[in-house]
């Protein structure tokens, strides 16, 4: 059974896996931002949510930078650098701060809290999650080792993070690594874990790791291929760590593709079952639904479409 690894404080602070847990600097180090309307995100991803748009360009103090999303800009170079802002509560891409480089000078990296729990999710585990949900034990634990590595492999390492990633799964596939989509005769229907679905999944999954999935699709709910596909789409495919974090689950359910309605509901229930289960409550804050951006399928959109639903029309960053 995992150990509860989020503190009582912690979890009533509302406070995710990526949030600040040192002393930042006494004293932050000044920029100005060379943007209009830039948006300040929870976190250094542009999959993040927006919790302030800074007009500007604008005077901002920095505490610290830490590596997120690569963003690029005309005349700028690339950077994964996102500064820290205390007084607004957010991050800020330094590819729209007033330096020549990629990275902030004299702005020390932020310390994160890692929050990683301290073993495997077990059969005992997931069926205290999800009760009956788990329709065939014996299958379920066959799969564990291979899902438990492509956790690993994808950073599923906090209890948000798990407790999402489970909670998709449970519903996409009961858990089970090898099931195929019930009276799903397409060519392409869904396989697997994540319940892998059209040929604009199968090309560029398979072609991440190297496989034919086009041309064998049965792969995908192999043994071998089932858990690996399903962190590829949670990780390449889509940017959805960064939604768990911030207890999006409704933007999670859009992130996995299917219209908006009762099972967003559903899932976001068993969503808070995990957390409860991982870390003895569940934190405020927790988003079951989606914004009107998000409410249709999403599932044949690429990552950056996806991503772009999200930018406000005029916004930046």
């Known amino acids: 059974m995992l150990k509860r690894t989020l503190s009582a404080a912690l979890a009533l602070a509302g406070l995710g896996a990526g949030s600040l847990i040192a002393a930042t600097p006494a004293h932050a180090v000044g920029f100005r931002t060379t943007a209009t309307n830039l948006n300040i995100r929870s976190d250094a991803?542009?999959?993040?949510?927006?919790?302030?748009v800074l007009a500007g360009p604008a005077n901002v103090d920095v505490d610290c930078q830490?590596?997120?999303?690569?963003?690029?800009?005309?005349?700028?170079?690339?950077?994964?650098?996102?500064?820290?802002?205390?007084?607004?509560?957010?991050?800020?891409?330094?590819?729209?701060l007033d330096t020549p480089g990629d990275k902030l000078p004299g702005?020390?990296?932020?310390?994160?809290?890692?929050?990683?729990p301290t073993g495997d999710v077990t059969l005992a585990d997931v069926q205290a999650m999800f009760g009956s949900r788990i329709a065939n034990p014996t299958l379920v634990n066959t799969g564990l080792p291979s899902l438990n590595q492509a956790m690993r492999d994808a950073s599923i390492n906090t209890p948000r993070r798990k407790a999402a990633f489970l909670a998709t799964l449970v519903h996409e596939s009961r858990l089970e690594y090898n099931i195929r989509e019930i009276g799903d005769t397409r060519v392409y229907g869904g396989r697997g874990y994540i319940q892998l679905t059209g040929d604009f999944n199968y090309g560029p999954a398979g072609r991440y790791f190297g496989i034919d999935l086009l041309g064998n699709p049965e792969l995908a709910r192999s043994l071998q291929w089932s858990a690996p596909i399903a962190r590829w789409y949670w990780t390449v495919a889509r940017n959805i760590n960064p939604m768990a974090d911030a207890l999006n689950m409704g933007k999670v359910n859009a992130a996995i593709g299917y219209p908006a309605g009762a099972e967003d509901g559903r899932r976001c229930d068993s969503f808070k079952n995990a957390l409860r289960y991982l870390t003895g409550s569940v934190p405020s804050g927790v988003?079951?639904?989606?914004?009107?951006?998000?409410?249709?399928?999403?599932?044949?959109?690429?990552?950056?479409?996806?991503?772009?639903?999200?930018?406000?029309?005029?916004?930046?960053?």
């Open 45 to 52: 991803f542009l999959s993040s949510s927006v919790v302030k």
């Open 66 to 96: 830490k590596a997120g999303d690569t963003v690029t800009v005309a005349g700028r170079p690339a950077t994964r650098w996102w500064a820290h802002l205390p007084a607004h509560n957010g991050y800020a891409t330094v590819a729209y």
């Open 107 to 116: 702005v020390p990296e932020c310390i994160v809290d890692p929050n990683p």
């Open 287 to 317: 988003i079951c639904t989606r914004s009107k951006a998000y409410e249709g399928d999403t599932s044949k959109l690429t990552r950056a479409q996806f991503d772009a639903l999200g930018q406000a029309p005029g916004t930046v960053g």
